[in-house]
């Protein structure tokens, strides 16, 4: 039978998420910068229309409706990368927990 400390354990714990969500937020953060950004500008065209008068009532409501869908598809967009980060989260902490339970147990790990 092998040993594993308990410090051991949760180095290896701390070292499985961070590998995962180092990765994964840094792609969420430039995504969401860039969807932001995109979203700024199409409200800053809509405005300075609105105001120069080349956008009129009817196209208002026409290009505030196409921001309002943008703004929504960009926050189920983020859900989904956030269900998808939980999900790699949730597996690698358990291969790692399933590999310390198989080591303990002079078995050999594998994934039920």
Same mark, same amino acid.
Do not use: C, K
């Given at each position: ?9 949760l180095?290896a ?36 229309? #609105? ?20 703004t ?8 989904g ?19 310390? #339970? ?11």
């Amino acid at each position: 039978m092998n040993s594993i400390s308990r410090d051991e354990l949760l180095r290896a714990l701390r070292d499985a998420a961070r590998a995962v969500l180092d990765d994964d937020l840094a792609g969420l953060r430039g995504f969401a910068h860039a969807q932001l950004d995109a979203l700024a500008q199409q409200a800053l065209y809509i405005g300075a229309g #609105v105001a120069d008068g080349s956008i009129d009532a009817p196209m208002r409501r026409y290009f505030l409706n196409a921001l309002r869908e943008m703004t929504r598809s960009f926050v189920n967009t983020l859900l989904g990368l956030a269900e998808i980060i939980v999900e790699r989260l949730y597996n690698a902490l358990l291969d790692v927990l399933w590999r310390a #339970v198989g080591v303990m147990a002079g078995i050999p790990w594998r994934r039920l």
